[in-house]
């Protein structure tokens, strides 16, 4: 299994561009999150999943949308990108609601809005 | 969710065990606590996680108190690639999200 894959990488975006960074997971989860990381700080929440259909915000939502038609994808999208989006960008997915939370994450997307 | 309390950093000398504690004073009964660490630039990597009783698995131990307000991950033998982020999260077992509400963890260096 490839796990949890994203990309691209690495971004540079012009202020108000818009772009898609794509979230894809091999395992069957049902759960799938997108986070965001700013220097020095823990993960936030933008936005989660519980199955394909199924989204919801989390802590910071704003300036960002996503979708999920299949169990594998979730990509976030951002438009009119500002300098304030400068991040990186997490997604996880883990199995379902059972007793315990394991969640796997990609390794980031790195973006920065000039 | 239960706040949990982390030292922001703390060193460790190679081969050495590794001892990072955590604070969660106000965990409910039915919250796990989760060990997750993140090495630079990479996303954040599951270790171990319990609820009342001491776990171990081929990464770490886990050492939960008695009244389960604070916790201990141990690293037996920390070599230089442990050098990361450590995050002591506490969550529910239950929930519509599930997500993981991470702090700002602890910085552990392993020095050699």
């Known amino acids: 299994n490839a796990g949890v894959t994203q990309t691209p990488k690495f971004r540079i975006l012009k202020i108000g561009q818009s772009m898609t960074l794509q979230c894809a997971q091999d395992?069957?989860?049902?759960?799938m999150y997108w986070y965001r990381q700013d220097p020095g700080m823990g993960l936030k929440l933008i936005y989660y999943?519980?199955?394909?259909?199924?989204?919801d915000k989390g802590e910071v939502p704003n300036g960002y949308n996503v979708s999920r038609s299949t169990t594998e994808d979730f990509p976030l999208r951002l438009e009119l990108a500002a300098p304030s989006q400068t991040s990186v960008y997490f997604c996880?997915?883990?199995?379902?609601?059972?007793?315990?939370?394991?969640?796997?994450f990609g390794p980031g997307t790195r973006l920065t809005v000039l | 969710d239960a706040k949990t309390t982390q030292p922001p950093s703390m060193d460790c000398a190679e081969g050495r065990a590794a001892n990072l504690p955590c604070n969660h004073s106000?965990?409910?009964?039915?919250?796990?606590v989760y060990w997750y660490r993140q090495i630079h630039s990479q996303g954040p990597q599951y270790i171990i996680h319990?609820?009342?009783n001491n776990e171990t698995n081929e990464m770490a131990s886990l050492i939960i108190t008695e009244d389960r307000k604070s916790s201990t991950l141990i690293l037996p033998h920390a070599t230089l690639r442990d050098t990361a982020v450590y995050y002591c999260?506490?969550?529910?077992?239950?929930?519509?999200?599930?997500?993981?509400?991470f702090g700002k963890g602890t910085k552990l260096s392993v020095k050699p």
């Open positions: 996880a997915s883990r199995i379902g609601d059972r007793g315990y939370n394991e969640q796997f």
């Open positions: 395992m069957n989860h049902n759960y």
């Open positions: 999943s519980v199955g394909a259909g199924i989204t």
């Open positions: 106000t965990i409910s009964g039915n919250e796990y």
């Open positions: 319990g609820l009342k």
């Open positions: 999260i506490v969550r529910s077992s239950r929930g519509s999200q599930g997500n993981l509400i």
